[in-house]
């Protein structure tokens, strides 16, 4: 599996490109910005890109959504809860961002328990609501991408537009501290961390 992790946009986002090496097809988590540095690991590497997820529809992650769109077939998808936030620029605050509004009218809409198959890889979707309310994190045998989830040492703000950091940390707890301690996380921002570190020494899960 190739996973390649670039800083893109104002707020240093993590974008993630992660392909089959046998077909080529992959999938790109969190285009934020910078779609010319991402395109050219794409060209370079001559990957197919299928999808186009959104760990959550925050202005950091989708800002260099439609440059990637026009350049590849790829679908954008993102969970059904947070297209109301990636529908409007003043929710998404891309209005509020240096960089470009981003107001996507469509997006396949992603649920619970979906799965993306692209090449031999299978990315199962999980639901974990609190810092927006369509937030997910995407999990792939031992990798976990968990957006402004779960941040290493940290989690996400639950104080932004359907944000609640009560349920943010429900969700973490519920969700992902049942997967196995060896999981690496690869958060929204930051360094990758591991879910039995967390488990361990995150301050919001004790
Ligand atoms: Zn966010
Ligand atoms: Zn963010």
């Known amino acids: ?45 001559k990957l197919l890109i299928k ?23 790829a679908v954008l998808c993102v969970h059904k809860d947070d297209l109301f936030i990636l529908k409007d620029r003043k929710k998404n605050f891309t209005s509020q961002m240096r960089g470009p ?13 979906d799965v993306l198959q692209v090449g ?3 990315f199962k979707i ?3 609501p609190g810092h927006s309310p369509g937030g997910i994190c995407i999990y792939i045998k031992d990798v976990l991408f968990t957006g402004d989830t779960l941040f290493a040492n940290n989690i996400g703000r639950g104080d932004l537009i359907g944000g609640d950091e009560a349920q943010l940390i429900r969700s973490i707890k519920a969700r ?19 879910i039995g570190i967390e488990r361990m020494t995150n301050p919001y899960l004790k």
């Open 101 to 113: 509004i981003v107001e996507i009218r469509d997006a396949k809409l992603l649920e619970d328990g």
């Open 51 to 73: 999808y186009i997820v959104l760990t959550h529809a925050h202005g950091d992650h989708i800002g260099g959504v439609n440059e990637v769109l026009s350049e590849t077939d």
């Open 120 to 122: 031999d890889m299978s």
């Open 126 to 128: 999980i639901h974990t």
């Open 176 to 194: 992902l501290m049942e997967l196995p301690d060896a999981t690496t996380a690869y958060p929204g921002h930051g360094p990758a961390t591991r």
């Open 1 to 45: 599996m190739i996973l390649k992790k670039t800083e893109v946009g104002v707020y240093s986002a993590n974008c993630y490109i992660i392909a089959d090496e046998q077909s080529r097809e992959g999938i790109i988590i969190d285009p934020g910005g910078d779609a010319d540095k991402i395109m050219k690991f794409v060209k370079d590497n």
